[in-house]
């Protein structure tokens, strides 16, 4: 039970990975087939959601594209997700004292610092080139994780929690990233609408509003008035994650002695059934098993019920939709030159060779150091392979990348293909290393009982 918060997020991320591997090679060889110029062409068209005269999937009076629907809607849902995870990680989980959270955290800074410096160093004094400084910068939890679930029981549970609680702090340096440095030109109008909107939502959270829908649709307009208001719009998601409320309405002790006196008072014999087996309840124990269903609805907070509700969309939609839509690299004309150009190699060095050398690197000297301690059942080598694994970048940094590069130009669009092109190569190479060292370093033998209720 200690480990049921960890183990649901371990689980909900290794299961998806193997789908977004699927679709990122789909979208590689669709990209640089007869359809390529489809393939690109169809992420233009225009999206909208009107009523009237107003339009949702609007900036600037101007319709969405579907790549900005994407980018900037769905990735506000994915967001909004993590945001969930994060409070909830603060409150009870591994971010919830400062024991827990140190060690990821030091690796975790140790994980953005590196790679930033590496593209600062790799990279010419070109304004242009270092928009894509943070690109670096994030890990993916649903890939290195995935790598992870491979090896099963042979990984000690401190290695997992340790590897998933940094990619939730990795998440949130790369959330304060894109809300401080990307964006754009502040319409005050529009941030006093999305503040209105916040107190709205502050002062649900204080009288105990649990009803979703409010949160859900509040919501949607706080994310509408912060992409006309220059700060870039999926910062809502996580900003309104933070507004939800993690307390139920019914506590679990109330439900129980509740539902024991409701089917205390079940008439078991008002149902009638006839030869064929069809059961027709009566109205009383209809309106008992409601009430019992509105009980247990109310048990389980907002927060937890609709991080439950979003996790199939977001891993099995959200996150697949996204990768088709940016993972499509023209490799025509592509060569070692590209790779070697400056924002290919910085990205590719950032990830292989930064994320690892800056988490580890922290991580030691934390420990030698007498703060924090190795994770527990973990040893240097294991805690070494492991950190490997940081270096998978892909949907944070994808996103990075998009609004680094995206719609300035044609020397953006060739530096956005440059970055992603680092991206893949340097997630592959982190990923293929941190499996043969994972392979070489941990037990040859499961851990038994520590791991024994672990997929």
Not at 37 to 53: C, H, M, Q, T
Not at 196 to 218: D, E, P, Q
């Amino acid at each position: 039970m200690r480990n049921y918060t960890f183990l649901s997020m371990f689980r909900k991320y290794v299961n998806s990975s193997l789908i977004l591997i699927i679709v990122t090679i789909v979208a590689m060889i669709v990209a640089n087939s007869g359809w390529g110029d489809a393939y690109r062409s169809l992420w233009e068209k225009p999206v909208s959601f009107s009523i009237g005269n107003f339009n949702l999937f609007s900036h600037g009076k101007e319709s969405l594209s579907l790549m900005d629907f994407i980018n900037d809607f769905l990735m506000a849902l994915f967001f909004f997700s993590v945001g969930l995870e994060i409070k909830r990680e603060i409150l009870v989980g591994e971010l919830s004292t400062l024991k827990k959270a140190l060690l990821p955290i030091i690796g975790a800074c140790g994980g953005m610092a590196i790679p930033v410096l590496i593209f600062f160093l790799t990279c010419p004094d070109d304004a242009l080139m270092l928009r894509g400084t943070a690109i670096p910068m994030a890990t993916d939890i649903a890939f290195s994780l995935g790598v992870l679930s491979m090896f099963g029981k042979r990984v000690p549970i401190g290695l997992k929690i340790f590897l998933a609680t940094l990619a939730v702090a990795d998440d949130l340096g790369g959330i304060l990233v894109i809300a401080v440095f990307y964006s754009s030109e502040l319409h005050l109008q529009y941030l006093a609408y999305a503040g209105i909107l916040l107190v709205i939502l502050a002062i649900g959270n204080r009288r105990h509003v649990i009803s979703k829908m409010f949160y859900i649709v509040i919501g949607t307009f706080v994310w509408y008035s912060l992409l006309n208001s220059g700060i870039h719009a999926t910062i809502a998601g996580v900003v309104v994650a933070f507004f939800v409320p993690a307390r139920p309405g019914v506590s679990a002790l109330h439900f129980v002695k509740h539902l024991r006196n409701k089917i205390n008072r079940f008439p078991i014999d008002q149902a009638t059934t006839n030869h064929k087996g069809t059961t027709i309840l009566s109205n009383e124990q209809i309106m008992l098993l409601k009430n019992i269903e509105h009980a247990s609805d109310r048990t389980i907070s907002p927060l937890q019920d609709l991080e439950d509700a979003l996790q199939n969309p977001i891993n099995y939609f959200v996150i697949p939709v996204f990768a088709f839509a940016n993972a499509g690299v023209n490799l025509e004309g592509i060569s070692m030159d590209s790779l070697l150009n400056s924002v290919g190699l910085a990205v590719f060095l950032g990830l292989a060779v930064g994320k690892f050398v800056g988490v580890f690197s922290f991580s030691w000297l934390a420990v030698k150091l007498g703060f924090v301690q190795l994770p527990q059942g973990c040893n240097w080598k294991n805690f070494f392979s492991v950190c490997m694994l940081t270096g998978i970048g892909f949907t944070v940094s994808m996103f990075i990348a998009d609004l680094s590069y995206y719609n300035i130009g044609i020397e953006g669009g060739t530096l956005l293909n440059d970055a992603k092109l680092g991206i893949l190569c340097g997630s592959i190479v982190a990923g293929v290393l941190g499996w043969i060292l994972l392979a070489v370093n941990l037990p040859r033998q499961d851990l038994g009982e520590h791991n024994e209720d672990l997929p």
